[in-house]
């Protein structure tokens, strides 16, 4: 068993499959969270809070942690298998082939931007939340603020306050988006999941999957740059 | 018509190759691209040069002999057809059209635009086949089988195991070739029951050729001369961990 | 010396021959077995399933093929179907139906007894292919599903789509990887056979070329099985693959084994038009579209010019208009004739003036009868894969007009002589499959090739090959370092240095157009004294040619396709002239060996069953001598050749 994940090119696939599945699903519930930003400031901030430096959230961020780094480490491997397997001299002409989507040919190169976004998306938010509360602290100092940990609305309306944030975010969900696209009907396939019936509505649910999570978070980053831009002017002061 | 063609020359599998030009004249529309190949090939041995090799028998689009990845496509830049069944008039007179072998770290080229692909018949040899002896079979019609199932393994048993779904695919792999052969033998319950052995013996021997990992991109179907679905590779998949979980 | 033929046909009612002989003959224990080694050429239908069968036996094969896989052998081409008399459609077939229909079809020049056994091994043939995972088309009850094929008024070809041959030969390769895995079976993909070795007068083993390395090998072994195929691309333009050749059979012939019939050469009938002389293949349309297919030619010249000139579509002429020549001329069979019937009376409209295209050398075959009747879909799911295959050549959507087919070279009857046993005249050495002469007479019915190359090579070989190698189970390893492959090695490459010497000024096409033109005006449908004599005159000043003007390319000791055509050529030069010669020799009219000065008042072939009722079988004599026939008589007891009727 162990060793099939390990060393067949199916087993490994199924290792991606799997960890990518649990990686939708936490975008999924992430995005629905963020939402709550938009409709309730407060009601984000304890979720925030709920989420601080409890073995719960701890043992979900490890575990998450764990999946991004399986499902990052596993295509590294696979594609330079891939890579191998093309052999030493390539094409001088190569097309697209008629019906096949960019994004599932440009699987790693999504995936690094995803996973570079991350990293920026941990500095933003992460490293002023939960990683302060785990090293005991309260708050952080942001942009001559002081911040508290669970003050998650605060810290969100800050950053996409500033523009290049916002347009840094957008290539980024952007990205995921074309990830999220290929990869989500990929995860029923490899799995074995598919058939002529199934095939196109896989591809169609994929599509509307990622559509709907990306467009979640990009609501957040939108909305609080726009409200930012407006001066939080009375008309929805009420509401952020 | 007349066509400006560049051709990969490579005397053996040792030398390195490099592209060179040839130009054909006179060429009726309603030649095959085979056919063309031909006639090139007859001038150069009027010069005194050696021809191209390529690889090619039927010229129906049935053997699955010949190759070539033409214009950038396996098989030419036609759907659904073996470069021997892609004709001329399908080109713009006058045009350049680039010829390459296929190129995969498992097919090594022979010489010019021929590559061995015996590491398809290793694959096959792992397991794609029924373990019956001749002659100890029951009759024909003793085991029913629904006409959808028969029709759907057939579908992928149309396979002529050219080599361009992994001549074509981004990451050299064989997986719509290997789906096609248990695919068409799991449809059908006399292929059912060395199902798991097949699905495991297969993709074991297709991982140790060095053939790269499926990542779902299509395009093997899109350059497939027959068609073939990449639902079947679903079903291998299926086939395949339904037995490992089995073990 | 006269050939010795002993036919060693069985005694006993014709139902029970089979069984009787294979009750007499020896078997070989499993543990001598390990120690027999045997050598197929060919991976056809007859090769692959008598390498699978006999590897599984015990025996050690090797198996050799010029194609990257053995899976590759033109058997695959094969499209409309195989033939049994399982009698499932309940329409009153037997196996004495099958027998009967393919001895008529072969116009009476076949061996009753074979071709018994054909018909009797038949319906194992589905049993085992069906094991095997063919996926043959099947009714909605889950039972296979028939359709009919010329000459036969039941409905007995099992099919798969349009890829029955496909389909059929990836089980045998399926088969066969089963032993190769194993280890019983040794496969030698591009490997060519260019000589056969005989000691003490019996087969040892084989000279083959490496055809990537170029290198000569020499492999032993107790018994050969040839395997290879027919030699219709004599004519240059055939249905046949581009690499299938006579080489490895006329090997043997030169070797001192007998060749049978080798004028018997089927010509199909649907076939697509020569477009041009930039053409190197004719491209077949299965004979199952004669199922719902018309064929047709207009009745008016004047229609005939209007469509040759584009005035006028085929679909425009008016139902009146129409000459449907074979439901006129064959009531009973209609459109489903035997191929040579079809092919005549296609050259008869065609040679009349009512050719439909500019060459004057096409007939219309017309499926709007069928799909008014069916529907588009239903005909769709029949031949559709063929429909897109016409398109695709021609640009004519056959849904809209009508196909233009023409006859062409399809098949040959004729081959290497062998014995009820499938043995040649030498000792050791068999020819199974179009390679052998044995089971088709003067023409094959439809269907009929890929039930005979699995029979054999399933069912008959297998038990054969065990009453000779009984005999050898004392026999050592065959060495190959003896003199008779010193001598055959050296002959072998000689003669390739012979032909890179010659330094002259043809290519190997050029010269094989050339005699393929020669074949197809006097050796084609039509022949006569004149012709044959005219050919025979021709193809020897050609081969006259060959040897002093042919231009070869490339070295002997690597990848050349230049070589290997040169070397196939050579022999269908002599192949050729042989072909000549029996259709010289027999002056009557049969199956597909058409005599013009033989025939009736209606233009039917007209068989001479006072005077030739036997097979021709030929010995060769060197290159330029004049080759020995001597004649195999065909006894009739179970059934009387009547002139083929199949107008009621």
Redesign the interface.
């Known amino acids: 068993?162990s060793c099939?994940l390990c060393?067949?090119?199916?087993?490994?696939?199924?290792v991606m499959s799997v960890t990518g599945c649990c990686l939708v699903l936490f975008l999924l519930f992430h995005m629905s969270m963020n939402l709550v930003a938009i409709i309730s400031p407060e009601g984000y901030n304890m979720i925030c809070e709920f989420l601080g430096a409890n073995w719960y959230a701890l043992a979900g961020t490890v575990g998450l942690a764990v999946l991004v780094v399986l499902h990052f480490v596993y295509a590294l491997i696979?594609t330079l298998?891939?890579y191998?397997?093309?052999?030493?001299?390539?094409?001088?002409?190569?097309?697209n082939?008629?019906?096949?989507?960019w994004a599932?040919?440009n699987?790693l190169v999504l995936g690094v931007i995803v996973v570079l976004g991350l990293l920026l998306h941990l500095i933003n938010f992460w490293s002023k939340m939960q990683l302060v509360e785990i090293m005991g602290g309260e708050g952080s100092t942001v942009g001559g603020y002081f911040i508290s940990a669970h003050d998650g609305a605060t810290l969100v309306a800050y950053t996409f306050s500033q523009w290049y944030y916002v347009v840094l975010y957008i290539i980024w969900l952007g990205a995921l988006w074309l990830h999220l696209t290929?990869g989500i009907?990929?995860m029923?396939?490899?799995?074995?999941?598919?058939?002529?019936t199934w095939?196109p509505r896989l591809k169609c649910i994929s599509n509307i999957f990622a559509t709907i999570i990306v467009l979640g978070f990009m609501a957040v980053v939108l909305v609080y740059f726009v409200y930012n831009l407006c001066g939080g002017c009375s008309a929805c002061a009420g509401s952020l | 018509m007349n066509f400006k063609l560049?051709i990969w020359r490579q005397?053996?599998a040792k030398s390195k190759?490099a592209?060179e030009t040839y130009h054909v004249e006179g060429?009726?529309p309603?030649?095959?691209f085979?056919?063309?190949m031909?006639?090139l090939n007859?001038n150069?041995?009027?010069e005194?040069?050696?021809?191209v090799?390529f690889?090619?028998?039927?010229?129906?689009?049935?053997?699955?002999?010949c190759s070539m990845?033409i214009?950038?496509?396996a098989h030419g830049p036609e759907?659904a057809?073996t470069t021997c069944?892609l004709?001329m008039?399908k080109f713009k007179d006058g045009a350049t059209i680039?010829i390459?072998p296929w190129?995969?770290?498992?097919?090594?080229?022979?010489?010019d635009l021929?590559v061995?692909?015996?590491a398809?018949?290793q694959i096959?040899?792992?397991?794609?086949?029924?373990?019956?002896?001749?002659?100890s079979?029951?009759?024909?019609?003793a085991?029913?089988?629904?006409?959808a199932d028969?029709?759907e393994?057939?579908d992928a048993?149309?396979c002529?195991?050219c080599g361009a779904c992994a001549a074509?695919c981004?990451?050299?792999?064989a997986m719509l070739f290997v789906a096609a052969r248990v695919s068409?033998?799991a449809?059908?319950p006399?292929?059912r029951v060395e199902g798991a052995r097949r699905a495991k013996a297969m993709?074991?021997k297709?991982?140790e050729l060095?053939?790269?990992?499926?990542?779902?991109?299509?395009?093997c179907?899109?350059?497939c001369p027959k068609s073939i679905?990449?639902?079947h590779?679903?079903?291998?998949?299926?086939?395949?961990?339904?037995a490992?979980?089995k073990? | 010396m006269a050939l010795k033929l002993d036919s060693k046909i069985p005694a006993g009612e014709l139902s029970q021959k089979w069984s009787n002989h294979k009750a007499a003959i020896k078997v070989v224990s499993p543990a001598n077995k390990r120690k027999l080694d045997i050598i197929i050429v060919g991976t056809g239908l007859g090769g692959a399933?008598a390498a699978?069968?006999l590897g599984?036996l015990g025996y050690n094969v090797k198996v050799f093929c010029i194609?990257?896989?053995?899976?590759?052998?033109?058997s695959?081409?094969a499209q409309g179907g195989i033939n049994a008399a399982?009698n499932?459609q309940n329409d009153n077939d037997s196996v004495y139906r099958l027998f009967y229909d393919t001895i008529k079809g072969g116009d009476y020049r076949a061996r009753e007894a074979n071709v018994y056994r054909l018909a009797e091994v038949s319906n194992?043939i589905?049993?085992?292919?069906?094991?095997?995972?063919v996926?043959?088309?099947?009714?909605?009850?889950?039972?296979?599903a028939n359709r009919s094929f010329g000459g036969a008024q039941v409905s007995r070809t099992f099919y798969?789509?349009g890829?029955t041959?496909?389909?059929l030969l990836?089980g045998a390769?399926?088969?066969l990887?089963?032993e190769?895995?194993a280890g019983s079976v040794k496969?030698y993909?591009r490997h060519e056979m260019l000589d056969i070795v005989i000691e003490d007068g019996e087969a040892r083993g084989i000279i083959a070329r490496n055809l990537?390395t170029g290198e000569i090998e020499r492999h032993g072994a107790h018994a050969v099985v040839i395997a290879t195929g027919g030699y219709g691309n004599v004519f240059f333009l055939s249905t046949n693959?581009?690499?299938s050749n006579g080489s490895a059979a006329f090997q043997c012939y030169r070797k001192g084994a007998g060749f049978a019939n080798p004028c018997f050469t089927q010509i199909h009938p649907t076939c697509i038009p020569v477009?041009?002389d930039?053409?190197?293949?004719l491209?077949?349309m299965s004979e199952s579209l004669r199922n719902d297919g018309r064929i047709w030619v207009p009745k008016k010249i004047e229609d005939v010019k209007a469509i040759r000139e584009g005035r006028k579509q085929p679909s425009d002429i008016a139902e009146g208009d129409r000459d449907y020549y074979l439901e006129r001329r064959y009531p009973a069979f209609g459109n489903l004739v035997p191929r040579d019937v079809a092919s005549r009376a296609a050259k008869e409209r065609c040679d009349a003036g009512f050719g439909v295209n500019e060459t004057g050398l096409a007939v219309f075959l017309d499926f709007k009868t069928a799909i008014e009747r069916l529907g588009k879909d239903v005909i769709k799911q029949r031949y559709g894969n063929l429909f897109d295959?016409y398109k695709?050549?021609?640009?004519v959507d056959p849904y809209e007009q009508p196909m233009q087919i023409f006859p062409a070279v399809h098949y040959t009857m004729g081959g290497i002589w062998v014995d009820y046993n499938l043995m040649t005249t030498i000792p050791g050495l068999y020819a199974i499959g179009e390679a052998n002469f044995s089971d088709h007479g003067a023409n094959r019915l439809g269907a009929s090739a890929l039930m005979q190359g699995l029979a054999d090579g399933?069912?008959v070989l297998?038990y054969t090959i065990g009453d000779y190698l009984s005999h050898k189970i004392q026999a050592p390893k065959v060495s190959t370092d003896t003199p008779a492959f010193a001598e055959a090695e050296k002959g072998v490459k000689d003669k390739i240095a012979k032909l890179f010497a010659i330094n002259g000024?043809q290519?190997?096409?050029?010269i094989h157009k050339r005699l393929g033109h020669i074949m197809w005006e006097n050796v084609g449908m039509a022949r006569t004294k004149e012709s044959l004599e005219k050919a025979i005159v021709e193809i020897q000043a050609l081969r006259k040619e060959f040897w002093s003007d042919l231009?070869l390319?490339?070295t002997a000791d690597?990848?050349n396709?230049?070589l290997e055509k040169a070397l196939r050529l050579a022999d269908f030069l002599e192949l050729g002239e042989l072909m000549a010669r029996d259709a010289l020799n027999r002056e009557e009219s049969c199956g597909g060996h058409f005599r013009v000065e033989h025939q009736t008042e209606e233009g039917e072939a007209k068989r001479d069953d006072e005077h030739f009722v036997y097979a021709a079988v030929w010995e060769y004599k060197g290159m330029d001598k004049e080759p020995e026939m001597t004649k195999e008589p065909l006894n009739f007891e179970f059934v009387h050749p009547a002139q083929r009727n199949y107008k009621d």
């Open positions: 068993m099939f060393n067949s090119s199916l087993g490994k696939k199924l696979l298998n891939n191998r397997a093309r052999g030493t001299q390539r094409y001088a002409v190569t097309v082939e008629p019906g096949v989507e599932s040919k699987m290929h009907w990929s029923f396939q490899t799995v074995g999941w598919a058939n002529d095939y | 560049k005397k053996d190759g592209f060429i009726s309603d030649t095959s085979l056919e063309m031909d006639i007859n150069l041995v009027h005194g040069k050696e021809p090799a690889d090619h028998d039927c010229r129906e689009g049935i053997c699955g002999m990845h214009n950038g496509h759907q057809v069944q004709y008039r680039t390459e190129r995969s770290a498992a097919f090594p080229v022979i010489k021929v061995n692909r015996s398809y018949d096959l040899q792992a397991g794609g086949f029924i373990s019956v002896r001749t002659n079979v029951p009759d024909g019609n085991i029913p089988i629904p006409k028969a029709d393994s057939m048993a149309a002529i195991g074509t981004k990451n050299g792999s068409s033998l449809k059908l006399q292929g993709v074991a297709m991982d060095g053939f790269g990992n499926c990542t779902n991109t299509g395009a179907q899109a350059e679905s990449i639902t590779i679903a079903r291998l998949n299926r086939e395949f961990l339904s490992k979980f073990d | 399933s699978a069968s599984e194609q990257d896989s053995p899976r590759r052998a033109h695959i081409a399982k499932y194992l589905i049993d085992q292919c069906v094991a095997q995972g996926p043959f088309a099947r009714e909605y009850g889950g039972l296979l798969a789509r890829q041959g496909q389909q990836l390769y399926a088969a990887n089963k190769i895995a496969s993909p990537v693959a581009m690499a477009h041009g930039q053409q190197s293949k491209t077949l295959m695709e050549i021609t640009d399933y069912f297998p000024k290519s190997v096409d050029d231009k390319v490339g690597s990848f396709v230049e």
